[in-house]
C-alpha cells in the first residue's frame, strides 16, 4: 500500500501561504491524493483531492510533482482560523475498491 | 434533514467486554464508512461499505473487530474482548456512494474508553 509521509508540525505567520509537504513515493498510477484538515475537537474536513493534474478549489490548491511522489498543499492566505491537523491521504483502488491510507498529519499553527 | 448520528457518544467498558457501536447514516446514502482517532493520534480509516457489502476489511486492527451494515442503513462496529488500545474515538460517515468520499458527511463519534 502507498504510504505518506507529513512533517509533524508548521508555523504559518497570517496572510502568508501556507504550504504543507506530503511524500507518497510508492503512489501508484491511480491512487488519488486527498487533502483532509481537523480543526480541535471538530469533525474532519475535505479540502482537495487529485490524480495527477494541479487543482485548485476555493479554499486551497494542491500541487501534484510530475513523477507523483510527492505533493503541496497550499492556503494561499493562511487566517488563525486555519489552524488545524492537516491529513494527506492516498485512495488505494484495488478491484474496485477503495482503502485510505492516511498519513500521521501535519499540525499547522496559524501566528498572528 | 437530519446528519450522520451515532451510539453511544459516550461508552466506558472493562477490558475484556465486547461493545457495540451504532452508526445511522443520512437517508439515502449508499457508502458508510468508520474511521478510529486514538487519543492525540491522527485519523485511521478503518472499513467502508457500499450498500451492505464491505469489500475490504484489511483495515480492521485485529480480528477482534467486526462490523456490518443491514438494509443498506444502520452499521455496527462490533470490538471484541476489548483491550485498552481500542479506546479512541470512532467516527462514521456516510456519502452518496463510495465514489464520492469527498462528500461524506460525519457523525459526532463515539468516544470509547476501556479501563
Known amino acids: 500500500d502507498a504510504k505518506t509521509t507529513q512533517p509533524p508540525s508548521m508555523d504559518c505567520a497570517e496572510g502568508r501561504a501556507a504550504n504543507l509537504p506530503c511524500n507518497h513515493s510508492?503512489?501508484?498510477?491511480?491512487?488519488?491524493v486527498y487533502w483532509y484538515r481537523q480543526i480541535h475537537s471538530q469533525g474532519p474536513q475535505y479540502i482537495i483531492h487529485g490524480l495527477k493534474n494541479n487543482e485548485t478549489n476555493e479554499m486551497a490548491s494542491l500541487i501534484i510533482t510530475e513523477d507523483r511522489k510527492s505533493s503541496t498543499l497550499i492556503l494561499p492566505h493562511a487566517t488563525l482560523r486555519d489552524t488545524a491537523v492537516y491529513y494527506c491521504i492516498v485512495r488505494v483502488t484495488t478491484s474496485g475498491t477503495y482503502k485510505y491510507i492516511f498519513g500521521t498529519g501535519t499540525r499547522l499553527k496559524v501566528l498572528a | 434533514g437530519a446528519g450522520v448520528s451515532q451510539s453511544p457518544s459516550n461508552k466506558v467498558t472493562e477490558k475484556g467486554k465486547d461493545v457495540e457501536l451504532r452508526c445511522d447514516p443520512i437517508s439515502g446514502h449508499t457508502a458508510l464508512y468508520w474511521y478510529r482517532q486514538s487519543l492525540g493520534q491522527g485519523l485511521e480509516f478503518l472499513i467502508y461499505f457500499q450498500g451492505n457489502s464491505a469489500p475490504d476489511k484489511s483495515g480492521l486492527p485485529s480480528d477482534r473487530f467486526s462490523a456490518e451494515r443491514t438494509g443498506g442503513s444502520v452499521s455496527t462496529l462490533t470490538i471484541q474482548r476489548t483491550q485498552q488500545e481500542d479506546s479512541a474515538v470512532y467516527l462514521c460517515a456516510s456519502s452518496l456512494d463510495s465514489g464520492r468520499w469527498e462528500t461524506q458527511y460525519f457523525g459526532p463519534g463515539t468516544r470509547l474508553l476501556v479501563l
Open positions: 510508492t503512489i501508484s498510477g491511480n491512487e488519488y
